[in-house]
């Protein structure tokens, strides 16, 4: 696959992505309200979901893109490289969850063990919080999602949730739960 197919495919591929993550969310969360595409605090977001009908925790997913063919050793040194930076990116995006989203339509992507040194670049400078990352298998028929190292949660401020009640309020969902199933 050359350069330019790859790109194609990651672009045709990613909102299938988004469905998937969006499924795990929908099944993780309680009274999830998610968008696609989201701007957050000015910044470009996959997916962004707000739990418990827009008043609770705040969790932002960016996909990454593994092209057919990566061995386990790329994927974790580009993860390695990649980590500390989207760290450091997010770390002045306020949420409550971070994750990296690796998705791929290539069925023998083995991404399951993730290098000790992926794992600890994942967390805050302070220890409190750690991005996640799902793995996005799009080689079936139905997507899945696998979680590959679990997130954890991040500090909130009286500015977060300020912030999170405004963008729900400005803002309509791809999903949520409709009022009348919440009764």
């Not at 969006?22 to 969360?29: A, E, N, P, S, T």
């Amino acid at each position: 696959m050359t350069q330019t197919e790859s790109q194609k495919f990651a672009e045709r591929y990613v909102g299938r992505a988004m469905n998937a993550v969006q499924d795990y969310l929908i099944q993780k969360l309680l009274i999830p309200k998610i968008y696609f595409e989201a701007q957050w605090n000015g910044v470009p977001v996959h997916v962004l979901a707000v739990d418990r009908a827009g008043a609770g925790d705040v969790h932002v997913v960016w996909f990454l893109y593994i092209a057919p063919g990566t061995r386990l050793q790329e994927i974790s040194g580009l993860l390695a490289n990649k980590l500390p930076n989207v760290v450091e990116e997010i770390q002045s995006l306020p949420s409550h969850y971070r994750y990296i989203a690796l998705f791929s339509d290539d069925p023998n992507a083995h991404r399951t063990h993730l290098l000790k040194e992926v794992t600890s670049k994942a967390l805050a400078r302070d220890g409190v919080g750690r991005v996640g990352i799902l793995d996005v298998d799009l080689s079936r028929d139905e997507a899945s999602v696998t979680v590959l190292l679990k997130p954890e949660r991040f500090r909130s401020s009286k500015e977060l949730v300020e912030m999170t009640h405004r963008f729900v309020s400005e803002h309509t969902p791809n999903w949520q739960i409709p009022d009348e199933e919440r009764i």
